[in-house]
């Protein structure tokens, strides 16, 4: 079964009172639209086709960075869901299997869930998603027949006994290609706002004869977001729903509400999270890490047994070997840390690439930027940087070798070698005790002239 898969993603979303459009807004580091995208691409699809309308440059930008085979399509009035699918017929003229229609501003509906879809589908012309909803307010109500849909009912227009039934219309639809469009073209704005709504062809397709009906999923698939208030609530779904699969695949989280995490984060078996951790976009920990508490991750991999924090922040670009320590205040920014090498306190490590079993002194710094371009420091397997040792880049430390403590290095150390580079001690006897006398006196005389 060849499947198209269309997001409806042309909505201002007023409510947000944003200039940016409503599907671009994010969870969990990544865009509601990501997340559709996201869940559809785990069908597979032949055709990904987007309708956008408000915000259109932006919302093309944003797909194409995500999937740039997708199609993105202007809707420039919106008037309906029937309307917005209809902009999708040119893209998919030569396309002969299912489409599944999408909500750009309903990003949870899982993958098992579209799975079920497609299963109601072979025996179905029509398969329509619904939720069983605890207050179903005015929604559409789904009216079923043993396992066929007889019809939706809008709110406004349900009986007393209909009203009461709570399997609700989530607007999602899979249909075949060519009777999706042919069912549209029938389709009126029988509606006080004039539009056209994509489930009116739901009873057109009784009416000839169409075999319809209805899966269920969970309410919280079907959230859909309108407003920064939704947006949040949202955001803790969505966390709560990471958070409880992290602990599932054998993750400990001490204190799992503390935690938050990206749309992407990948985390091996047998970590540890402690609390008050955030993992940005593009973090991948492997099994046996410790994330101490208070930590700040992203665009980083770290490998096994590694032990991070606490208080630490690997930025883009970090790249940790097996058995690495990173310590309290360290930031790490597109470097590559060796196996088993620490960088245990109060240091800067950017743009460097560490060896094996080195140890970086507290208060370390790699000078890496000299105000117009970056460059790489380079420490040897085994060396030993000198705690408060600046690195000025670029610059190499061999194999081995160590810096001394308070050094200024800007010339490559060789394997092995000690490097001093500090400006020599001088000491006069006497002195601090003379400054200090003549200091209290300026006060004194500053005091006494107030």
Known sequence: MTIALVILA???????NSEKPKVLHEIGNASMLIHTMRSGATLSPERTVIVAGHGFEQVRKEVAD????????????QKGTAHAVSFCREALSDFDGDVIVLY???PFIRPETLTK?????????IVVLGFKAKDPEKYGRLVMKDHSLE????YADASAEERNIKFCNSGVILAKCDQLFDLIDSV???NAQGEYYLTDIVGTARERGFSVTAVCCNETETLGINSRAQLAEAEEVFQQRARNELMHQGITLQQPNSVMLSYDTVIGRDTVIEPNVYFGPGVTIESDVRIQAFSHLEGCHVSRMSVIGPYARLRPGAELAENARIGNFVEIKNALIGQGSKVNHLSYIGDAVVGATANIGAGTITCNYDGVMKHQTIIGDHAFIGSNTMLVAPVTIGNEAMTASGSVITKNVPNAALAFARAEQVNKPGLA???FEFLKTKKAKRDNSE
């Open 66 to 77: 995500y999937n740039p085979n997708a199609t993105v399509v202007l809707q420039k009035e």
């Open 151 to 154: 019809r939706i009912v809008e």
């Open 10 to 16: 042309a909505g201002k979303g007023t409510r947000m």
């Open 188 to 190: 009126q704005p029988q």
């Open 433 to 435: 005790q003379k400054l």
């Open 117 to 125: 879809m497609l299963k109601a589908r072979c025996d179905n012309a």
């Open 104 to 106: 750009g501003d309903t």
